[in-house]
């Protein structure tokens, strides 16, 4: 039972374009949401979080929004550059303990020239 | 530099080896965690520890053992009971394990594990 869901495996956005990345979930007991950027071969690193009680949290070129009735979050990137190719996992939890954590399968981002 | 740290960052095991994967950090941190990645699959937890000398078993632990001596070392083994060992292995840990936690990770760079 997959709770949370990325089901673009890819996306193609040239560059100076919006990337938008899709995340779904089942649980509506999640009650903060994280983003994560992960390149080859290396660990995933934390990118932004957004807590339940918000539907839009900001930094810099990047914005998560999360729309509770529909149990969808979603990542802007704006502008997208060449840097910000990499795979991409959501992830969920609810309450207290990192252990806690739902991933999403990751969704693969290529920024074009 | 705060990191953590895992080695090797590959390596190449025969059928029916055990093998021990490392992870060290040096963030002070009293959480620590085991993920298994696979192509096109999300992170999945194989066994975490809140605290030392105390573990728990997360959603993928068969045929996986881990130890917690020390706050720093977490290391993982992979068993020959292990059905399917090739994949890549992340470390990470949090800040704290118990109460409320906004699930921020910090990931080490992996190991990547195949069986000839």
């Known amino acids: 039972d997959q709770q949370v869901k990325q089901n673009s495996p890819s996306l193609s956005v040239q560059e100076g374009r919006i990337s938008i990345l899709n995340c779904d979930y089942t649980?509506?007991?999640?009650?903060?949401f994280l983003w994560y950027k992960k390149y080859p071969a290396e660990g995933p690193t934390f990118l932004i979080s957004i807590s339940s009680i918000k539907d839009k949290n900001e930094d810099g070129r990047f914005t998560v929004f999360l729309n509770k009735s529909a149990k969808h979050l979603s990542l802007h990137i704006v502008p997208s550059q060449p840097g910000d190719s990499a795979v991409y996992f959501c992830a969920a939890i609810i309450g207290g303990g990192a252990q806690k954590l739902v991933f999403g399968q990751g969704t693969r981002l290529t920024i074009n020239p | 530099d705060g990191g953590i740290t895992q080695s090797p960052k590959y390596l190449f095991r025969k059928e029916g080896q055990n093998v021990t994967l490392s992870c060290e950090q040096n963030?002070?941190?009293?959480?620590m965690y085991w993920y298994r990645q696979d192509p096109g699959q999300g992170l999945r937890l194989i066994y975490y520890s809140q605290i030392v000398n105390d573990f728990q078993k997360g959603d993928i632990a068969e045929g996986y053992s881990v130890s917690r001596e020390k706050k720093e070392s977490f290391p993982l083994t992979v068993t020959s009971a292990q059905k399917n060992p090739t994949a890549f292995y992340l470390c990470?840990?949090?800040?704290?394990?118990?109460?409320?936690?906004?699930?921020?990770?910090?990931f080490g760079e992996g190991s990547r594990l195949t069986v000839l």
């Open positions: 649980n509506s007991m999640f009650d903060y």
């Open positions: 990470a840990s949090s800040i704290s394990g118990q109460g409320p936690n906004t699930g921020e990770l910090f």
């Open positions: 963030l002070n941190h009293d959480a």
